[in-house]
């Protein structure tokens, strides 16, 4: 790395797995964000549809996570979009778990 002034001079760049994986991760959690409101909105009568965006959502997240572990591995590249997107896809499965939680136990 050649360091000239406040620039610095190198040849990494964003993988396209850790991009992918941060915009599947925005989807997930758009669509759970959504899901939630207009079924709080519907007084927590649910229909099929919402349930239907909800499962689209976690294996959207299933595919992001797998998509940010895959781009993390790949060596001299910038891991922040790998990180963001595992964050964002990891908050939706935890976000799911806990609405099955939440409908199994009557919470």
Do not use: W
Not at 12 to 31: E, F, Y
Not at 50 to 56: C, I, K, R, V
């Amino acid at each position: 790395m050649i360091r000239k002034g406040n620039y610095i001079f190198t040849n990494k760049d964003h993988p396209q797995k850790g991009i992918m994986s941060t915009i599947l991760g925005v989807i997930s959690l758009a669509s759970i964000f959504l899901t939630l409101y207009f079924t709080v909105r519907c007084h927590g009568q649910a229909p099929l549809r919402y349930g239907f965006s909800a499962l689209m959502a976690l294996l959207f997240s299933i595919v992001g996570l797998v998509l940010g572990i895959l781009s993390r591995m790949e060596p001299d590249k910038f891991y922040f979009f790998s990180y963001l997107g595992m964050i964002m896809n990891v908050l939706v499965l935890i976000g799911i778990g806990f609405i099955l939680f939440a409908g199994v136990y009557g919470i």
